[in-house]
């Protein structure tokens, strides 16, 4: 009886690539999925010169002894215990396996340290590995169909507008899987800006999230209330002799809030797993997630280098948004380099301890205000200011300068 030949997986998916190089365009799979050495290192080998003929390999591995022996090679060559109509099959079978393993060997290490810290890291880990796949089809066709059925539709596409005017006739809204940026100088305005783009948003149904790092969260709700009920914040701070009118006010504000369902936090040490949860709860519409801001953000994973760290933080954040359809809008804090310029309105290159940020997000816009710097300039009676937003980055629209009037005193901003 003559012997039947057997393949291991990784033994068969070999197999199919030295003895039919044109299935190299079909292989999806990455060294290090694989559990032998010496295929992994055949691997490495086809993908450094793009070969996976056995001349290529037969003659790396004379010169090689380091490399996959020649006998070996021509027994996986000789073999007719694979087919090319198996192979994407066994990628997927080997991707599989080595998902499982992976998955084993975080869920051991975790139980050695099973701290809360580490629980975070584990689930961003083994969601990144369930992310994992081989594609068996050209998804091209599916964006052309959505893109040819939006350009036909009859219904408007899906902008979330910020609320100003003038602001929304230049980029038109927020759209989901964007990151973007809202960078000033402290106490320039960022923050109530935020906070009055983010009501506009909740009041028209989106669920908005406010993660705020530095302002306890009831401090968020006081400069929210000033801004809807139109009551001077100092006024909310002193709570004392506000008058019925006024009180009435502040309390429909409150009730308002409420009814709107967004979620203020106030997390000190927020991270991008954290964030991650938020973006990951089921909505009907695309979720708006506010940071109060970047810098004061930590990494899931430690490092000595806060540049790194940052830019790090900033990726993360860019693919939560992506996997995720939600918008983030990132407030982040300009270094002090901007004050040492003649004309101190700030440019991309002063943003705070990452360089990454301008790589990584959709639109950028900058905040400046001349009473900022020129206290003549400052209305003390109506604490009326012009802000400029420079929409410094947009990857998918107009760029330029637009005017907002900020009235401080009630955290409110107008189209001028």
């Given at each position: 009886?003559?012997?039947?030949?057997?393949?291991t997986?990784?033994?068969?998916?070999?197999?199919?690539?030295?003895?039919?190089?044109?299935?190299?365009?079909?292989?999806?799979?990455k060294?290090?999925?694989?559990?032998?050495?010496?295929?992994?290192?055949?691997?490495?080998?086809?993908?450094?010169?793009?070969?996976?003929?056995?001349?290529?390999?037969?003659?790396?591995?004379?010169?090689?002894?380091?490399?996959?022996?020649?006998?070996?090679?021509?027994?996986?060559?000789?073999?007719?215990?694979?087919?090319?109509?198996?192979?994407?099959?066994?990628?997927?079978?080997?991707?599989?396996?080595?998902?499982?393993?992976?998955?084993?060997?975080?869920?051991?290490?975790?139980?050695?340290?099973?701290?809360?810290?580490?629980?975070?890291?584990?689930?961003?880990?083994?969601?990144?590995?369930?992310?994992?796949?081989?594609?068996?089809?050209?998804?091209?066709?599916?964006?052309?169909?959505?893109?040819?059925?939006?350009?036909?539709?009859?219904?408007?596409?899906?902008?979330?507008?910020?609320?100003?005017?003038?602001?929304?006739?230049?980029?038109?809204?927020?759209?989901?899987?964007?990151?973007?940026?809202?960078?000033?100088r402290?106490s320039?305005?960022?923050?109530?800006?935020?906070?009055?783009?983010?009501?506009?948003?909740?009041?028209?149904?989106?669920?908005?999230?406010?993660?705020?790092?530095?302002?306890?969260?009831?401090?968020?709700?006081?400069?929210?209330?000033?801004?809807?009920?139109?009551?001077?914040?100092?006024?909310?701070?002193?709570?004392?002799?506000?008058?019925?009118?006024?009180?009435?006010?502040?309390?429909?504000?409150?009730d308002?809030i409420?009814?709107?369902?967004?979620?203020?936090?106030?997390?000190?040490?927020?991270?991008?797993?954290?964030?991650?949860?938020?973006?990951?709860?089921?909505?009907?519409?695309?979720?708006?997630i506010?940071?109060?801001?970047?810098?004061?953000?930590?990494?899931?994973?430690?490092?000595?280098?806060?540049?790194?760290?940052?830019?790090?933080?900033?990726?993360?954040?860019?693919?939560?948004?992506?996997e995720?359809?939600?918008?983030?809008?990132l407030?982040?804090?300009?270094n002090r380099?901007?004050?040492?310029?003649?004309?101190?309105?700030?440019?991309?290159?002063?943003?705070?301890?990452?360089?990454?940020?301008?790589?990584?997000?959709?639109?950028?816009?900058?905040?400046?205000?001349?009473?900022?710097?020129?206290?003549?300039?400052?209305?003390?009676?109506?604490g009326?200011?012009?802000?400029e937003?420079?929409?410094?980055?947009?990857?998918?629209?107009?760029?330029?300068?637009?005017?907002?009037?900020?009235?401080?005193?009630?955290?409110?901003?107008?189209d001028?």
């Amino acid at each position: 009886m003559k012997n039947i030949d057997q393949l291991t997986t990784e033994e068969s998916v070999i197999s199919n690539l030295i003895t039919n190089p044109k299935l190299l365009v079909d292989f999806k799979l990455k060294p290090y999925m694989f559990k032998n050495q010496e295929y992994q290192q055949v691997i490495e080998f086809i993908f450094e010169t793009g070969k996976s003929d056995i001349n290529s390999l037969y003659y790396k591995s004379r010169e090689d002894t380091d490399f996959i022996p020649t006998d070996e090679l021509k027994r996986l060559y000789k073999s007719e215990a694979t087919s090319p109509i198996f192979f994407m099959q066994d990628q997927m079978n080997l991707l599989n396996s080595y998902v499982i393993s992976q998955a084993n060997e975080l869920s051991q290490e975790y139980n050695k340290f099973p701290t809360r810290e580490n629980m975070h890291l584990l689930i961003d880990e083994l969601q990144k590995l369930n992310q994992l796949s081989i594609d068996k089809k050209n998804p091209t066709d599916e964006y052309i169909k959505k893109v040819m059925s939006e350009t036909l539709s009859d219904e408007p596409r899906t902008l979330i507008t910020t609320g100003f005017n003038s602001m929304d006739s230049k980029i038109y809204g927020f759209e989901k899987g964007q990151l973007n940026v809202i960078a000033a100088r402290p106490s320039l305005g960022k923050t109530a800006l935020a906070l009055n783009m983010m009501w506009q948003m909740s009041i028209k149904g989106y669920t908005t999230s406010f993660f705020s790092l530095e302002t306890t969260g009831d401090l968020v709700v006081q400069r929210l209330v000033s801004s809807i009920a139109k009551v001077e914040l100092t006024e909310i701070k002193r709570s004392n002799n506000l008058g019925i009118e006024k009180t009435d006010k502040i309390m429909n504000a409150l009730d308002l809030i409420k009814k709107s369902g967004l979620n203020i936090f106030d997390e000190s040490n927020l991270t991008p797993q954290r964030v991650r949860e938020q973006a990951m709860k089921k909505t009907d519409k695309p979720q708006i997630i506010f940071i109060d801001y970047l810098q004061l953000m930590k990494s899931d994973i430690n490092t000595n280098d806060r540049r790194v760290e940052v830019e790090t933080i900033s990726r993360d954040l860019k693919n939560i948004a992506n996997e995720t359809g939600s918008v983030i809008v990132l407030l982040s804090q300009l270094n002090r380099g901007v004050e040492s310029r003649n004309d101190k309105r700030p440019m991309m290159s002063d943003l705070k301890e990452s360089g990454g940020i301008e790589a990584d997000a959709n639109m950028i816009m900058m905040l400046y205000r001349e009473d900022y710097y020129d206290r003549e300039t400052v209305d003390d009676f109506t604490g009326k200011s012009e802000l400029e937003v420079n929409i410094a980055k947009n990857k998918d629209g107009e760029t330029g300068v637009i005017k907002l009037d900020f009235y401080k005193k009630i955290q409110r901003f107008m189209d001028v």
